[in-house]
């Protein structure tokens, strides 16, 4: 089985799939946090940016991968109410309920195709771009070959196979010559999610945010460096011993989103999540919690001193340079 259809199977299987079958999978009480999960502060900036490039006054907001709601739940305080509709499209059932019972006036859907076609729209999107499956593929002296994953006496293990052609036209596009050894993921998915998603739409802003790089740096020798497993907050799972028991990721190859992007006819523009955040109002967030640390501090109340510190920590962990400030945020701007 290719890499791309074991993803597939671990992570979306209806009866069995981590993120399918199981609960909500992001929150701090779930397998991961991600930056809406830590704070608030992220959804503040991403809802800023998205108030300030709307394609149209009346525009819808869509948000892929809404996940538990906190990114959708203080985007919508800042997204000015129009006649436009608002859409948190989920492929897990636990997160659609969740999403339902969270809000009364989001359209939650199990996929683009219950949006109505030709919509202007700003699209949100946080890390989900790494959990839309791709195949991984070796390059060798003569040419590319996929790994996929097959049984050997029983257990799940890595083969070589020959490279479907689609995955040698996508690895010679988006990488320049590479050396004997090295291993890449292949975005086939991502491609064709970007398609579907930009023909269905009408006039789009988009907003991407995920962790991954440039091609050139996401050269790796070794399956593992390619791979990341999740689960209740512990990384490197075994996932040929649990499939559908834990998260599979791969870092996202933006070389390859921005090129389906310009396929798609769309311009984009790659920053990182601290520049993105400073640019969208985490300056004054910050500010306004180092006065009130200061004012707490002031009456000798150490117990609000100690809160609003660990409030402030925590928006600067979202643009800290050397974690999650350092995901990359892509922008399609109107
Ligand atoms: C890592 S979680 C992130 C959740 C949330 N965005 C957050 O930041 O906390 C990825 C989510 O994307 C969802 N997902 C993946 N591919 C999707 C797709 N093509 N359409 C809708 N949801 C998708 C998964 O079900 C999962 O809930």
């Known amino acids: ?174 990488f320049d010559e590479v050396e004997e050894g090295v291993i890449v993921s292949v975005q086939l998915g991502v491609d064709r999610w970007i398609s579907e998603l930009v023909e269905h739409l009408g006039s789009v802003a988009i907003c991407f945010i995920d962790y991954g790089d440039e091609s050139k740096k996401l050269l790796a020798n070794d399956v593992e460096s390619v791979v990341r497993s999740y689960r209740q907050h512990r990384q490197g799972i075994d996932w040929l011993r649990v499939p559908g028991e834990c998260d599979i990721t791969v870092d996202v190859n933006f070389t390859g989103v921005l090129a389906a992007l310009r396929r798609a006819g769309l311009a984009a523009r790659l920053s990182n999540q601290r520049a993105f955040c400073l640019e969208y109002g985490i300056v004054e967030v910050i500010a306004d919690a180092r006065d009130r640390e200061h004012f707490a501090a002031s009456l000798g109340n150490v117990m609000d001193q100690l809160r609003v510190r660990s409030e402030r920590l925590d928006y600067e962990a979202l643009v800290d340079p050397n974690g999650l400030g350092a995901f990359k945020v892509l922008l399609v701007e109107p």
């Open 1 to 174: 089985m290719v890499f791309d259809d074991y993803m597939e199977m671990c992570l979306y299987d209806p009866e069995d799939g981590f993120f399918s079958a199981g609960p909500v999978r992001s929150g701090k009480k779930a397998d991961f946090v991600t930056s809406p999960e830590l704070s608030w502060a992220f959804a503040l900036c991403v809802g800023n940016w998205a108030e300030a490039n709307r394609p149209s006054n009346d525009c819808a907001l869509i948000e892929i991968g809404a996940g538990s709601g906190s990114l959708m739940a203080n985007v919508r305080d800042v997204w000015e109410s129009t006649s436009g509709q608002i859409y948190a499209v989920e492929r897990s059932s636990a997160a659609r309920e969740a999403l339902r019972r969270r809000f009364i006036d989001v359209n939650v859907v199990g996929s683009l195709d219950e949006i109505p076609r030709g919509i202007d729209a700003v699209v949100i999107a946080n890390e989900v771009l790494d959990n839309i499956p791709a195949a991984l593929a070796i390059r060798m002296e003569h040419g590319w070959f996929e790994i996929a994953v097959g049984l050997h006496d029983d257990e799940l293990g890595l083969a070589q196979v020959p490279a479907r052609e689609e995955v040698v036209a996508w690895c010679d596009s988006i």
